[in-house]
């Protein structure tokens, strides 16, 4: 059976340029749409997250002006997947081996802890070393560019 892991940001907040934080979090219909799309097509999704992590939606995404008419859809298959949100497997704990892809949500939430995780950044150079799928969405490429380069390159992934 195919096996994804969909990697999603720890945090609820974005910090500002001015140092304040910001609600903030996963991008909803990233995260509720692709995971409906691939469990319903009978693949194990499974939700990993930085180490104490809990991936919380961004607010504003589930807004009817964000998400029009499906803010409500949304917010109830988030509800309905609470028990994986809330329990994520720690990316320290993630064997690639055990993948036949990545997947990574939007959204601010994701620049706030994952653009910088250099255990996310092994995990992509695995995955790309490996063959595997890696699958970014919105703010998921820059990350994604970021940690595979500079992991690959022997640097961590906060210098410059």
């Known amino acids: 059976m ?6 999603m940001s720890g945090v609820d907040y974005w910090t500002l340029a001015d140092g304040s934080k910001h609600p903030s979090g996963y991008w909803a219909e990233e995260f509720v749409v692709p ?3 691939l469990t319903q097509a009978g693949f194990t999704v499974d939700i990993a997250a930085p180490e104490g992590g809990k991936p919380a939606a961004d ?3 589930l807004r009817p002006e964000a998400a029009g008419t499906e803010a409500e859809a949304f917010a109830d ?3 309905a997947a609470a ?3 809330a329990n994520p497997v720690a990316l320290s704990a993630v064997d690639t081996a055990d993948y036949d ?12 802890d994952l653009a910088h995780d250099p255990d996310l950044g092994r ?5 790309d070393t490996a063959g595997k799928i890696i699958a970014p969405v919105c703010h998921g490429p820059p990350r994604c560019c970021r940690l595979i380069c500079r992991a690959d390159a022997g640097s961590s992934p906060d210098a410059p």
Do not use: D, K, Q
């Open 2 to 7: 195919t096996r994804i892991l969909m990697v």
């Open 35 to 37: 995971h409906r799309i």
């Open 59 to 61: 607010p504003v995404s």
């Open 77 to 79: 298959y988030i509800g």
């Open 83 to 85: 028990e994986a949100l």
């Open 101 to 112: 892809a990545i997947f990574l949500p939007g959204g601010h939430g994701p620049m706030e």
């Open 123 to 127: 995990l992509l150079v695995e995955a």
